[in-house]
């Protein structure tokens, strides 16, 4: 039986998908939607700051999901139903990518059913809304459920590039069962640790618990370059008082 092989790897050098042009959501003539995000240029990493969920991390926000929103705010959602596939954990081991399922068992959790429930969500109502995700876009021959597979490594390999925790952390900006912070506050921090960008923060009853990243895309999803831009979105989040709770494995009180 053949080994099989990494879809990140199998398409690195597939296709001639430039990322010199223009990033998505700023072209100006047609495009190749197979090369360029879109309508969905306009794409977001999010993570929850989970407080009850069982195994979160306390050193780490975790994964929600990697969006394609069209470049006016407005988003498709659920585009190919028969490409909902069951079962992500089977698929990833099945296509070598066993490594980044053991990531996604301990930085991608649910805080609602099960973590599997969770990716199949995550994929069948935003990855399948990738145009460069298309099963036309992809290599001859790629095994079933290939364009999945790429679309879990890649959210993996960006959310692995923002340790929000860690950036607020740098800031002094610990959870605390006492403290609240400013946005001014919260926001400062992540544009100072990712290099000047500013997300969207989320709030619920004044407790921070949501972040969104966002960027947009030159070339494919799978091999593409994402560009780092400021929120289009304003926060959710009072402008004070905003609590950071800890997560409720802990009992250290800040």
């Known amino acids: 039986m053949a080994t099989p092989v990494d879809p990140l790897e199998l398409f690195k050098n597939f296709g001639s998908c430039s990322t010199s042009g223009p990033a ?3 072209n100006t003539t047609a495009v190749n ?7 969905g240029g306009l794409l977001l990493q999010t993570q929850f700051w989970d407080t009850d969920v069982a195994g979160s991390p306390d050193d780490s926000w975790t994964i929600h999901g990697l969006w394609p929103d069209n470049c006016d705010g407005t988003y498709k959602s659920s585009c190919d139903p028969s490409r909902s596939y069951k079962d992500i954990a089977s698929l990833l081991t099945a296509q070598n990518a066993g490594s980044t399922l053991e990531y996604m068992k301990k930085y991608w959790l649910n805080n609602a059913g099960s973590s599997e429930e969770l990716w199949e969500h995550e994929w069948s109502k ?6 460069t995700l298309e099963t036309s876009c992809l290599p001859k021959n790629s095994p079933k459920g290939a364009e999945a597979v790429a679309f879990f490594e890649t959210v993996v390999k960006l959310f692995k590039t923002l340790p929000t925790y860690t950036w607020l952390a740098n800031a002094g900006i610990t959870p605390s069962s006492s403290k609240t912070y400013t946005l001014s506050e919260l926001t400062a921090a992540l544009k100072k640790g990712s290099g000047g960008y500013t997300p969207a923060l989320g709030c619920q009853s004044g407790n921070l618990n949501s972040i969104s990243w966002y960027y947009n895309l030159k070339g494919s999803l799978i091999n593409g370059e994402f560009v780092p831009i400021n929120s289009p979105q304003s926060s959710s989040c009072p402008s004070s008082g905003i609590k950071y709770p800890p997560r409720q494995s802990s009992s250290k009180s800040y």
């Open 126 to 131: 935003h990855g399948t809304c990738y145009s």
């Open 24 to 26: 998505s959501c700023h």
């Open 33 to 39: 939607t197979c090369c360029t995000e879109y309508p």
